[in-house]
Nanobody, 115 residues
Framework: QVQLVESGGGLVQPGGSLRLSCAAS????????MGWYRQTPGKERELVAR??????NYADSVKGRFTISRDNAKNTVYLQMSSLKPEDTAVYYC??????????WGQGTQVTVSS
């Protein structure tokens, strides 16, 4: 079973940038879709960005600021985050969805945007 491990989270000032990485223990080519979700205490996990072989989708709140990409050769998915705002503070989770609709999740990485 493929495991997903996120990294790259941390503390950043408003307006700053971070790049999150999601490394898979096996091939991600079998994942139809890979994405990033985020969650804050007391709220449901929400989709931030998703990428398939054909397209990318973004939450309205991050459009123009975040970019998702995947490198199948490195079995890694990235989330480049720019112009970060305090409301972007959350635990960010990597997700993989295969053609059997099986969901795979990472353990999450904390992103804190604060001065």
């Amino acid at each position: 079973q493929v495991q997903l491990v996120e990294s790259g989270g941390g503390l950043v000032q408003p307006g700053g940038s971070l790049r999150l990485s999601c490394a898979a223990s096996g091939s991600i080519s079998g994942f139809y879709s890979m994405g990033w979700y985020r969650q804050t205490p007391g709220k449901e996990r929400e989709l931030v960005a998703r990428i398939t072989s054909r397209k990318t989708n973004y939450a309205d709140s991050v459009k123009g600021r975040f970019t998702i990409s995947r490198d199948n050769a490195k079995n890694t998915v990235y989330l480049q985050m720019s112009s970060l705002k305090p409301e972007d503070t959350a635990v960010y989770y990597c997700n993989g969805l295969n053609i059997n609709s099986d969901n795979y999740w990472g353990q999450g990485t904390q992103v804190t945007v604060s001065s």
